[in-house]
């Protein structure tokens, strides 16, 4: 009859139900928590399971070995970030970070996608806002990453959130691209004071060197004088004049009987002029005829 019939259906779609609830293949790389009422039960290890059917038992599967990216900005927007030095940088990263504790993460966070999301945002900004400019662009990166990361598992360990952060990885730190051009005139305008201040050091150095090499002559010349000062006073005497005359016109004049004899003067050999000969080839010089009593 046709209540003989309906109590057939009943039980053969409470028999489904409870094989359909009950039964639960659990993936190698996944964890299934277990729920009494909502009350936290158990989890379940890989393979196949049993649980009270549902409503009683709810089991929720979550893959404990996928490693899950965010990526900061989402699409091609800016992102921009303050520097301890007040720059502004455009800044693009990735975190990338799996679940540790399936029972924190069900029960812990109602978004976890979002939760992960801001601890990893405020994180950065946190520690990009104690980072130079110049490291932020530069060779500070991996201790920036290396920073992000430990501050974001802090805080998410806080939450007792269940994840845990494989790493943070910096895509791209630079200028916003609306003052690309006035960072870049910034960047080579003290890139060219450095190169300055150390031309400026080398010239320093130098003329120390120098300096300290001429007071080191000057002891020597000293000491010598000290013990001999009339042949050390003559000899200098005579490299200073040496030094003089060697750069100036000489005509030298001996006068027997005090006669001072006729020196054409305008004709007489002179010295080269040191700009004139690297400036324009010298013409060949001409010998001035020796003059009786002169010598040249």
Do not use: C
């Not at 921009?80 to 799996?98: C, E, F, K, M």
């Not at 069900?106 to 601890?119: I, K, M, S, Y």
């Not at 990361?149 to 609306?178: C, F, H, M």
């Amino acid at each position: 009859n046709a209540r003989a019939l309906w109590a057939i259906g009943v039980a053969i779609i409470a028999v489904v139900w409870i094989l359909f609830t009950s039964v639960h293949q659990i993936g190698p790389q996944q964890r299934g928590v277990v729920t009494y009422f909502g009350k936290y039960a158990g989890t379940l290890d890989p393979g196949v399971r049993l649980t009270m059917p549902a409503p009683i038992a709810d089991v929720t599967v979550v893959d404990v070995q996928k490693i899950r990216t965010d990526n900061f900005p989402v699409g091609d927007g800016e992102n921009l970030t303050l520097t301890g030095d007040q720059n502004i940088i455009d800044l693009a990263y990735s975190v990338r970070w799996d679940i540790s504790d399936p029972r924190d993460y069900v029960f812990q966070l109602a978004e976890p996608n979002d939760t992960v999301r801001a601890a990893a945002e405020s994180a950065m900004r946190a520690v990009v806002a104690t980072t130079t400019l110049d490291q932020a662009i530069g060779t500070g990166r991996t201790v920036i990453e290396q920073r992000v990361a430990e501050l974001t598992q802090q805080i998410l360990n806080d939450y007792k959130s269940g994840v845990r952060i494989q790493g943070v990885a910096i895509k791209q730190a630079a200028a916003p691209a609306r003052i690309v051009e006035d960072f870049n005139a910034v960047t080579a305008a003290q890139q060219e004071a450095i190169a300055n201040l150390n031309q400026s050091r080398s010239y320093a150095q130098q003329v120390v060197a120098r300096a300290q090499g001429e007071a080191a002559s000057f002891d020597k010349v000293y000491e010598q004088y000290k013990l001999a000062p009339e042949v050390t006073r003559r000899r200098m005497y005579y490299e200073t004049m040496e030094a003089v005359l060697a750069k100036s016109d000489k005509t030298i004049v001996e006068t027997p009987g005090g006669v001072v004899p006729y020196l054409p003067l305008s004709n007489a050999k002179r010295l080269p002029n040191p700009e004139a000969v690297q400036s324009t080839p010298a013409p060949a010089a001409v010998a001035a005829a020796p003059q009786p009593g002169a010598a040249q």
